[in-house]
């Protein structure tokens, strides 16, 4: 049965993006009345930009727009957080006042035009809807490859996760309600809205290029964001590690048996060798189960993941873990 009523918050995380806002909020308010007029939302939608701690003039781009458009709404972070954490912020803060929300990235790379089916999904009783990518044409070889290659490890680590799907998406105001469940502090937001269950689709766009500035995530950053996507959602890895040293114990024993029948000395290179072998995977699996460790650590802490320093949202949701 379709939803009565349908309040939208377009959320748009932006850090030090002041070349790409003056770009793209024409082009977001203008989307916003199309899916009016089209009835796809209310009238009283609103684009959420959510500055993520940004160090040049992001937020007063954001505050002139909010001032001067009443359908723009502008949260800022008091620091900069991360994406995962911004744009969660963003979406716990309009939670409570809108029926249905949208995430998606302010540099005009997700297509604004699959909000429309978007919409007509959720309408017709979807509570996910998945923006995933038809073509990454625009995508250099090396993050097309290395980003095809991290979907196919979580999926051998046994993570649900939508192949070509990143941030963009709707969530109604009930999968947000449950979501907002889950306090984590290391987010892999891709990788947990699955967990969530509810009713969910895809809708496919094709990835443009970047309408102004620069990437925000480099090799290194996307490191850190498949290894974080990973051990946030599986402990496959210290399974893993496991069986390795299973594997070598085993390994290590037939070694010896063999050189105890062969009465030889000969084998001492090759054991030389294994040991210098083994003493590497220790450490990598020490590293591995640290990871772990660390990871408890900050979760255990349960700091805040964020702090909001103003919002023309109205009163600020503080409740970060609930
Ligand atoms: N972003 C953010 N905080 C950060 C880094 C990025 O809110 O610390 C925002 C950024 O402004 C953009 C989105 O996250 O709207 C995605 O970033 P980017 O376009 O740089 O990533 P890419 O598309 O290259 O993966
Ligand atoms: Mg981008």
């Not at 540099?107 to 998945?130: I, K, T």
């Not at 990871?291 to 964020?306: N, Q």
Request: hydrophobic share 40%; charged share 20%; glycine share 6%.
């Amino acid at each position: 049965m379709a939803p009565s009523s349908a309040r939208l918050a377009i959320v748009v995380p932006c850090y030090n993006e002041e070349s790409v806002l003056p770009v793209m909020a024409p082009y977001f308010l203008e989307k916003l009345s199309q899916l009016m007029e089209a009835g796809l939302c209310d009238a009283d939608s609103r684009i959420v930009f959510v500055d993520d701690g940004s160090r040049d003039s992001t937020w007063s781009i954001i505050s002139t727009l909010a001032h001067d458009n009443e359908a723009i709404e502008g949260v800022k972070l008091s620091c900069n957080r991360g994406h995962q954490n911004a744009l969660l912020c963003g979406l716990m803060q309009a939670k409570d006042s809108f029926d249905v929300t949208i995430s998606i990235d302010c540099d005009g790379q997700d297509s604004l035009d699959a909000m429309d089916e978007m919409l007509a999904r959720y309408h017709e009783g979807y509570d996910v809807v998945y923006g995933v990518r038809s073509s990454r044409e625009t995508d250099t070889w090396f993050k097309r490859t290395t980003a095809q290659g991290f979907y196919k490890v979580l999926s051998l680590m046994g993570v649900d996760s939508v192949y070509n799907h990143a941030d963009y998406r709707l969530l109604s105001k009930r999968a947000l309600d449950y979501f907002s469940d889950y306090h984590e502090t290391n987010l892999f937001l891709r990788g947990m809205v699955p967990l969530v269950g509810f009713k969910s689709t895809s809708v496919e766009y094709s990835r443009a290029e970047r309408v102004a500035g620069e990437s925000h995530y480099p090799l290194s950053k996307m490191i850190h964001l498949a290894i974080d996507g990973i051990t946030s959602l599986s402990i496959e890895p210290i399974h893993m590690v496991m069986r390795l040293g299973m594997l070598f114990c085993f390994v290590g024993l037939l070694g010896l048996i063999i050189a105890a029948i062969m009465k030889t000395n000969s084998l001492l290179p090759f054991m030389v060798l294994l040991l210098m072998l083994f003493s590497g995977l220790n450490f990598v699996a020490l590293g591995i189960i640290g990871e772990y460790v660390g990871k408890s650590y900050l979760e255990i802490k349960h700091r805040p993941r964020w702090i909001v320093e103003t919002s023309t949202l109205g009163p600020i949701n503080r409740d970060n873990f609930q």
